[in-house]
C-alpha cells in the first residue's frame, strides 16, 4: 500500500473503531450486523488493508449510515469551505472506483460526491445501503449503466437520474468509462 492509501485506510479504520466503541459494541458484534469478518474489521479498524466498497457500505449501514457518511466523518475536519485539494478521495482496490467527497463537513443533509468508474468496472451496492437517503446520479462523462433492482438505466453525459425506494443497485461503466455526480439526501 503506498502511504497516500495507507493513510486513508488507517483514517477509515480508526473511525470505524470509533463508531463501534460509541455504540459500546464488540467487534463480534459488529461483525453480526455488517456480515464482515471480525478478522477483517479488525484489520481494518488497525489500517492493514485498504477496504473494498462492498465491505465498507456493509459497515456504514450497519452503523445506520451511508458511506458518504462514514468517509466524510473519517476525513473530514469542518467548516464551510473544502477546498479541492482537502476533499477526501478514496479508491476501491478492487475496481478502480474513484471517490471524491465535494462537500464540507455542516449540519446539512446534502452531500456531494463526484465519481470517476473506469470502464468496465461494476459496483453494486445492497439496498440497505440507500435505507437511509434520497439520492440523484448525474453523468458528467462517458457512459452509465444503472442497475436499479430489476430497471437497467442507460445514463448519456447530462442526463440525471433520481433514485425510488430502496433496491439493490450496480453502477456499471461502459466504454469509455464515466464520471458522475451523486447528491445524496440523508433523512
Given at each position: 500500500m503506498d502511504d497516500i492509501a495507507n493513510n486513508i485506510s488507517s483514517t477509515i479504520g480508526r473511525r470505524i473503531h470509533a463508531e463501534r466503541i460509541m455504540r459500546d459494541w464488540s467487534l463480534a458484534e459488529l461483525a453480526e450486523r455488517s456480515g464482515v469478518s471480525k478478522a477483517m474489521l479488525s484489520t481494518i479498524e488497525r489500517?492493514?488493508?485498504?477496504?473494498?466498497?462492498?465491505?465498507l457500505v456493509r459497515i456504514a449501514a450497519a452503523f445506520g449510515m451511508t458511506l458518504s457518511t462514514l468517509i466524510a466523518r473519517a476525513e473530514l475536519q469542518g467548516g464551510g469551505l473544502l477546498r479541492e485539494g482537502d476533499q477526501p478521495v478514496w479508491r476501491d482496490p478492487d475496481t478502480g472506483y474513484v471517490?471524491?467527497?465535494?462537500?464540507?463537513?455542516?449540519?446539512?443533509?446534502?452531500?456531494?460526491?463526484?465519481?470517476?468508474?473506469?470502464?468496465?468496472?461494476?459496483?453494486?451496492?445492497?439496498?440497505?445501503?440507500?435505507?437511509?437517503?434520497?439520492?440523484?446520479?448525474?453523468?458528467?462523462?462517458?457512459?452509465?449503466?444503472f442497475i436499479e433492482g430489476d430497471v437497467a438505466h442507460r445514463l448519456e453525459p447530462g442526463d440525471c437520474l433520481a433514485l425510488g425506494a430502496p433496491s439493490d443497485c450496480t453502477f456499471h461503466a461502459l466504454e469509455p468509462g464515466a464520471d458522475y455526480l451523486v447528491a445524496l439526501v440523508r433523512g
Amino acid at each position: 500500500m503506498d502511504d497516500i492509501a495507507n493513510n486513508i485506510s488507517s483514517t477509515i479504520g480508526r473511525r470505524i473503531h470509533a463508531e463501534r466503541i460509541m455504540r459500546d459494541w464488540s467487534l463480534a458484534e459488529l461483525a453480526e450486523r455488517s456480515g464482515v469478518s471480525k478478522a477483517m474489521l479488525s484489520t481494518i479498524e488497525r489500517g492493514k488493508t485498504s477496504p473494498t466498497a462492498a465491505l465498507l457500505v456493509r459497515i456504514a449501514a450497519a452503523f445506520g449510515m451511508t458511506l458518504s457518511t462514514l468517509i466524510a466523518r473519517a476525513e473530514l475536519q469542518g467548516g464551510g469551505l473544502l477546498r479541492e485539494g482537502d476533499q477526501p478521495v478514496w479508491r476501491d482496490p478492487d475496481t478502480g472506483y474513484v471517490r471524491r467527497h465535494l462537500s464540507p463537513a455542516c449540519d446539512m443533509p446534502l452531500e456531494l460526491i463526484k465519481v470517476h468508474l473506469p470502464a468496465g468496472a461494476k459496483v453494486s451496492f445492497p439496498a440497505a445501503s440507500y435505507a437511509f437517503i434520497k439520492q440523484q446520479i448525474w453523468l458528467i462523462s462517458g457512459r452509465l449503466e444503472f442497475i436499479e433492482g430489476d430497471v437497467a438505466h442507460r445514463l448519456e453525459p447530462g442526463d440525471c437520474l433520481a433514485l425510488g425506494a430502496p433496491s439493490d443497485c450496480t453502477f456499471h461503466a461502459l466504454e469509455p468509462g464515466a464520471d458522475y455526480l451523486v447528491a445524496l439526501v440523508r433523512g
